[in-house]
Structure formats: structure tokens, C-alpha cells
């Protein structure tokens, strides 16, 4: 038993010296592994807060170029699409998936060109039904073929550019008849038709005729461009006031052309805005109203209010507005007979002037007419809150 005991305590002191051995290196090993798995857990940290700011940088990239009107394609050197933001396919009408599918085909092209000599291509291009123009700028980033493609809608730029063009010749040529008469009229009275009684009254009166014309045209030009940045609202102005001034003005006219002018005031409505524009347009509307009225016929005038608005009413049994030239007369330069107009005094002006000031008010011009038997030009303003 002796012996077997001695053996047997041996073999539990060894074992337990193992144990307690093995628990020694367990704990120094765990020891050892802490700072391991410090460092690990602080790499991990990082790593996850670098990719949350990564998150954050593209959430704002994304956030920033979706909400521009500028349509963006990023293309890889294959032409490949990396990246587009919302606008994109507004412009576009779909999204390509590289640059082969790109449309209009002179985008695809500015593209290529950009890619290969590394060089910005400007591009415009009409595109879509209806039709809409876009201005591309495929500009080369990174000098590997990449190209970055921004495309924006220009549409209502170039009707704006187009409209003021228009306008710009339509004056130069409203301007230079008058001077080129003028000039005429100088040059022989110049050459002897100022000794010659009869000649020299005749010139004369054409100097003073078209000098007047010219400076219609240049006040109406310059009426326009100041409604055009709007009206000073900052008046309560009695509608019929300026009604019954305007036509007190233009009575004789209507008296000597043998035109019945008179006006009405069924109420005595209030609007907020200027004095001095709200005349102008009665004033231009009335004068119309008596310079295509023949003689024998009459021009009437209304102030009424109704549903909150103030409206003035000029009624005339004149020579009347065709259809088709109904919607035309408001804009600038418009004419549905331009001897007529010419031979009254007209400058083609006065209905954009009328427009203006309506809108300027907050409020609308419209009109009707019968061709042969008269129109109806009524604007419509909303009266000053009480
Ligand atoms: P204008 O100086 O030539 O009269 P407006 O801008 O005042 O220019 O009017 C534009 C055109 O609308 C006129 O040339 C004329 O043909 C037409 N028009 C305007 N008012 C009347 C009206 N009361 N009756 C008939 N035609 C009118």
C-alpha cells in the first residue's frame, strides 16, 4: 500500500504542479494578450468611425449635387458611368449606363473629345418634345480619361436672349424711321426748299411731326424699361379719381375727332399701388380707345367693383381687333395695322405699357372685340384692404 500510496501522491503532486503550472502560463498568456486586444479594439474603432465619416462625406456629396439643376455624369477612361445625381435624368430623359449611350449625340461626342485630348468641350444641344436646348461642359478630371460631364437646361435663357434681340432691333427700327425722315426733311430743306415758302412750311411740319414721334417713342421705351422693375405700391389710389383725370384730358381729342367720350363710376374702388403708373395705363388704354374709334362712334368707361376686385372698363365701338391678332397685342412692338397706328401717333407700346402696370398691381388686362364693331379692354386690380 506503502508503496502504491508514495506513487500515487507523487502522481497528484506532479499533477497538481502542472495544474497549477498550467494556470501560472494561462494567466501570463491571458496578460499577454490584453494589449492585443486593446490595439485590435482601438483599430476596430477607428476603422468603424472612418467609415462613418465616409458615410457622412457621401450622404452630403449625394445631398449637395442632387439638389443643383446642373445635371452631373462622371465617366471612367472605358466611358463607363461612376456616378450621376438626380438632375441628370431630368435633363436627359434617362440615365446612360456609359458614354456610348449618351443622347443628344453632340453630348456624346463632347465627351469623347474631352476624353481623349484632355481638353473642357462646350457644348448646346436641342433635345426632347417638346423641344428643349441644354449647355454641356465635358471637362477631363485626373488626366487618365476620366471625364465629368455637367449639363444644364437653358431653354427659357435663350427665349429670354431671343425675346431681348428681338426687342433691341424692333426699337433700332422704330427709332431710325423717324431719324432717317428727319434727316430727309433737313437735308432739302438744306438744299433750297427754305426759299420756297410752300416747300419750307411742308418740311417743317415733317421735322416737327417726326420729332414728336421719336420722342413718343423714347418716352414709351423709357416707361417700359422702369415698369419693368416694377411699380412703388405705396399709395391708396381712388380708381375713379384717376379715371375722371385721364378722361377729362383726352375729351377735346375724342370732342375734335367727333367721338362721344364719357365715363362712369358705379363704385369708388381703393387700390394700393401707384398713382402715377395707374394713369398711364387709363391714359393709354383710353387714347387707343379714341384713335381707333372712327368719328360718329363712341368710348365709354366703367369703374366697378367686384369680388374684392377694382375694375375699370373701356368700351369702344371702334374698328375692332381680329381674332387671330387678339392674344398678339400686348407684346411689345405689335401691331394689327401699322399705318393706322402710324398715321395716330401710335408707338406700338402702349398695350405692354397697359400689361405692365396691371401686373405690377397684382392684377390682369384682358380684352374682346369684334372685328368691325368694337372692343372691350378690361383690367381687373385688387382693391386696398380695408
Ligand atoms: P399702338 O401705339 O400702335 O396703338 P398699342 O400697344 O397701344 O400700340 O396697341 C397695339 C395694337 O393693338 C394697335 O396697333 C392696334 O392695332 C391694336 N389696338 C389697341 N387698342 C385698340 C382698340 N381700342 N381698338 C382696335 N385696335 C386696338
Redesign the pocket.
Known amino acids: 500500500m506503502d508503496g502504491v500510496g508514495g506513487v500515487l501522491a507523487l502522481v497528484v503532486a506532479a499533477v497538481a504542479g502542472a495544474v497549477v503550472t498550467g494556470a501560472i502560463l494561462i494567466a501570463r498568456a491571458r496578460r499577454a494578450r490584453r494589449p492585443l486586444e486593446r490595439a485590435l479594439a482601438r483599430t476596430r474603432d477607428t476603422l468603424e468611425a472612418q467609415e462613418r465619416s465616409v458615410a457622412e462625406v457621401r450622404e452630403v456629396r449625394s445631398l449637395v449635387l442632387d439638389s443643383m439643376d446642373e445635371g452631373v455624369l462622371l465617366l471612367d477612361p472605358e466611358g463607363r458611368r461612376v456616378f450621376e445625381n438626380a438632375a441628370l435624368a431630368r435633363h436627359l430623359g434617362a440615365v446612360p449606363a456609359d458614354a456610348e449611350h449618351l443622347l443628344p449625340l453632340d453630348l456624346r461626342d463632347a465627351v469623347r473629345r474631352a476624353s481623349a485630348d484632355g481638353e473642357l468641350v462646350e457644348v448646346e444641344a436641342e433635345t426632347g418634345a417638346p423641344s428643349r436646348w441644354l449647355r454641356a461642359a465635358a471637362r477631363p478630371v485626373g488626366g487618365d480619361g476620366t471625364v465629368l460631364l455637367v449639363v444644364r437646361d437653358v431653354t427659357e435663357a435663350r427665349r429670354i436672349d431671343a425675346i431681348r434681340r428681338d426687342f433691341v432691333a424692333n426699337a433700332s427700327h422704330e427709332l431710325k424711321t423717324p431719324v432717317a425722315s428727319i434727316r430727309a426733311a433737313a437735308e432739302t430743306l438744306h438744299d433750297g426748299a427754305i426759299d420756297d415758302p410752300d416747300a419750307a412750311g411742308r418740311f417743317t411740319e415733317q421735322l416737327e411731326r417726326e420729332a414728336l414721334r421719336l420722342s413718343r417713342i423714347i418716352s414709351?421705351l423709357l416707361d417700359l424699361s422702369r415698369l419693368e422693375t416694377g411699380s412703388e405700391l405705396s399709395e391708396l389710389v381712388a380708381l375713379d379719381g384717376v379715371v375722371s383725370e385721364e378722361v377729362q384730358r383726352l375729351e377735346d381729342d375724342a370732342g375734335a375727332a367727333g367721338i362721344t367720350l364719357d365715363w362712369q363710376a358705379r363704385d369708388h374702388p381703393i387700390v394700393r399701388g401707384s398713382a402715377r403708373d395707374l394713369a398711364l395705363m387709363v391714359r393709354?388704354?383710353v387714347?387707343?380707345?379714341v384713335?381707333?374709334?372712327p368719328g360718329g362712334g363712341t368710348v365709354r368707361v366703367q369703374v366697378l367693383q367686384r369680388d374684392g376686385q377694382a375694375t375699370v372698363v373701356?368700351r369702344?365701338t371702334?374698328?375692332?381687333?381680329p381674332g387671330r391678332?387678339l392674344p398678339r397685342?400686348?407684346e411689345?412692338?405689335?401691331?394689327?395695322?401699322?399705318a393706322?397706328?402710324?398715321e395716330?401717333?401710335?408707338?406700338?407700346?402702349?398695350?405692354?405699357?397697359?400689361r405692365h402696370v396691371a401686373e405690377n398691381h397684382g392684377g390682369v388686362v384682358s380684352?374682346q372685340?369684334e372685328f368691325g364693331s368694337?372692343?372691350t379692354?378690361e383690367v381687373s386690380l385688387p382693391t386696398a384692404a380695408s
Open positions: 414709351d393709354n388704354l387714347d387707343n380707345a384713335r381707333y374709334t373701356v369702344d371702334g374698328v375692332g381687333i391678332d397685342v400686348f411689345r412692338f405689335y401691331r394689327v395695322d401699322r393706322r397706328s402710324r395716330t401717333g401710335g408707338t406700338g407700346l402702349g398695350l405692354a405699357i397697359v380684352v372685340s368694337g372692343s379692354f
